[in-house]
C-alpha cells in the first residue's frame, strides 16, 4: 500500500508543481523525494504506535493542527528550497501543494472503486505494533479495562 500511496503523491506533487519556477527535473526529483518523506513520516507514526495524526490526516480532519501534514509541508518547502527555489517560493509551494496532495490521498482511501480496495484505514492499523487491545484502545480512545466493559456489556 505504502508504494502505492507514495506513487500517487509523487504524481499529484508533479502535477501541481508544474507550473513551480523549477524545471522539470528538478520538479521531478523534488516530487519523488516529497513523497517519500511523507510516506517516512506516515511509516514513523505508525511504528510509533501512533495511529491517531494518521487517521485524522486520511479523514481530512484539521489538517492544520496534524503533525503529518505539518511536517510533510515543512519538508516539502525544505526539498524545493534545495532545488533552488528561494525560501519564500518554496514555503508558498508547499503551501499550496500539500493539501491537494492530502485531499488526492483521502480520495483513495475513501473510494469505493475495486480498483482502489488495497487503501483502508483498517489495514493501517494493522500496521501499529503491539497487541490487539492496544490497538484498539488507540482507535477508540479509553483505557483497557474500560473497553473489556464495554465488550462485556455486549453480550
Do not use: H, W, Y
Not at 20 to 38: C, F, P, Q, V
Not at 79 to 103: F, H, W
Amino acid at each position: 500500500m505504502f508504494e502505492s500511496l507514495k506513487r500517487i503523491a509523487m504524481q499529484k506533487l508533479v502535477e501541481k508543481m508544474s507550473s513551480n519556477s523549477l524545471g522539470g527535473e528538478e520538479t521531478s526529483a523534488a516530487a519523488e523525494e516529497g513523497a517519500g518523506a511523507m510516506m517516512d513520516s506516515i511509516q514513523s507514526k505508525l511504528a510509533g504506535g501512533n495511529i491517531g495524526d494518521v487517521l485524522a490526516m486520511f479523514k481530512g480532519e484539521n489538517l492544520e493542527s496534524n503533525g503529518i501534514f505539518n511536517e510533510a509541508k515543512s519538508k516539502l518547502a525544505s526539498i524545493l528550497e534545495s532545488k533552488g527555489m528561494s525560501s519564500e517560493e518554496a514555503q508558498g509551494e508547499a503551501e499550496r501543494t500539500a493539501p491537494d496532495l492530502v485531499a488526492s490521498l483521502k480520495a483513495k482511501f475513501d473510494s469505493n472503486e475495486e480498483s482502489d480496495s488495497e487503501f483502508n484505514l483498517e489495514s493501517l492499523a494493522s500496521l501499529v505494533p503491539g497487541d490487539l487491545l492496544n490497538k484498539a484502545q488507540d482507535l477508540l480512545g479509553g483505557n483497557a479495562g474500560d473497553l473489556l466493559n464495554k465488550a462485556k456489556n455486549l453480550f
